[in-house]
């Protein structure tokens, strides 16, 4: 049979490790990206540099594919839909104009009863003033948000005149919950009550930055289970195939809330390249390609540690123990906060 060649959209981190788990199971990737010097074309087959709305690279890069799936949610919803009329995305199109708004995101969660924080919708000053009930808060952009970006907390009615709602943009004002752990769900499903899923993994955020990973997670068995079913839902409900994760917050009462979904692999799932048979860019790929799925297995506990900005000069030159394993993500420029790399440390 001849080679599958994977697009895939976008060619940060986890587009080159998509392509790094592709290669293993020899399908061949070629990535669009709007950025030159995107780290994924050290990893990939072949490169498209392109903006995403150019309907001339969409129509080059579709031609090349046999099928599409994307690193990142932020991707302009024509694009995916135009694409999707050439070779088959996943996850489809729809789904991820769903998640790619904060608001759908929740609205979609709470219609099949899933708890979320309590939320509105903000459009001007005005809703932010009348809405001072879910103060302390933060305030989001509903697009393009990632690591932090787009937010701004307000604690109380006093710095209410400090804020500027843009007019051109929208927003959602979400109640600020008492967190005591954050945990997620990484979850492959292939088909109809098909999965394959990970244990909960317990992360640690600074300055709304994933800094730490780690399995197992550190809580009891009804927040597991009820993380778990909810996970099953959600990809069942979005009719999903493909890697999704599922982020979380637990409250200091350990009420259980869905964050946000990412309809994709994800950093807190790194891990899973270490501690698991199969991870969780290998069981991506396995899903949209339609392969066969393989009972995956944890082989070891471990945690993973974000290397921000210059941290990773640090490790680039460290010499490592035989259980600790670094992943350089050769971006091109080092800026403060960005991820960088990534130290995943097996237990002994
Ligand atoms: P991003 O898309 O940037 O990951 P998130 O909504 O996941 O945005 O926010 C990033 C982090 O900020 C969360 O993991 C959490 O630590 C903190 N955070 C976000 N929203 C809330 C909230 N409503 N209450 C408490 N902490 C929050
Ligand atoms: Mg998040």
């Not at 927040?223 to 909810?230: F, N, R, V, Y």
């Not at 506990?301 to 680039?316: C, P, S, T």
Request: glycine share 6%; charged share 30%.
């Amino acid at each position: 049979m001849a080679k599958l060649t994977l697009g895939i959209i976008g060619g940060g981190q986890l587009g080159s490790m998509l392509c790094i788990a592709a290669k293993k199971i020899g399908i061949n990737t070629i990535i669009f990206c709007d950025d030159e010097n995107a780290p994924g074309k050290n990893f990939c087959d072949e490169f498209i540099f392109g903006k995403y709305e150019s309907i001339s690279n969409i129509e080059e890069f579709s031609k090349k594919v046999d099928l599409v799936t994307y690193e990142f949610e932020n991707i302009p919803y024509e694009t995916l839909k135009y694409i999707n009329k050439i070779k088959k995305v996943l996850p489809k199109p729809k789904i991820n104009k769903i998640i790619q708004n904060r608001l759908t995101e929740k609205d979609f969660l709470n219609s099949c009863n899933i708890r979320t924080v309590n939320y509105v919708s903000i459009n001007s000053y005005k809703d932010l003033k009348s809405n001072s009930n879910l103060l302390p808060g933060i305030l989001k952009t509903c697009t393009m948000g990632y690591d932090g970006k787009g937010q701004i907390k307000i604690n109380s009615d006093n710095n209410l005149e400090d804020i500027v709602i843009n007019k051109d943009e929208k927003y959602i004002l979400e109640k600020i919950v008492n967190i005591k752990k954050e945990i997620s769900i990484i979850i492959t499903r292939y088909g109809q009550n098909k999965f394959e899923i990970y244990e909960p993994i317990e992360n640690l955020h600074e300055d709304q930055i994933l800094k730490y990973s780690k399995i197992p997670a550190n809580i009891g068995n009804e927040i597991l289970e009820k993380s778990t079913d909810w996970a099953k839902i959600i990809s069942e409900e979005l009719d999903y195939i493909g890697t999704l994760c599922v982020e979380y917050f637990i409250d200091k009462n350990d009420n259980l809330y869905v964050n946000e979904v990412a309809p994709r692999v994800h950093n807190s799932g790194h891990l899973t390249i270490n501690t698991h048979n199969v991870n969780q860019f290998e069981n991506h790929i396995r899903a949209i390609c339609g392969l066969e799925k393989i009972l995956t297995k944890k082989i070891c506990n471990g945690k993973m540690i974000n290397l921000l900005g210059e941290d990773i000069n640090v490790y680039r030159n460290k010499k490592f123990n035989s259980n600790e394993f670094f992943f350089d993500y050769l971006k091109k420029d080092i800026k403060p906060k960005r991820k960088m790399g990534h130290i995943t440390i097996l237990e002994k």
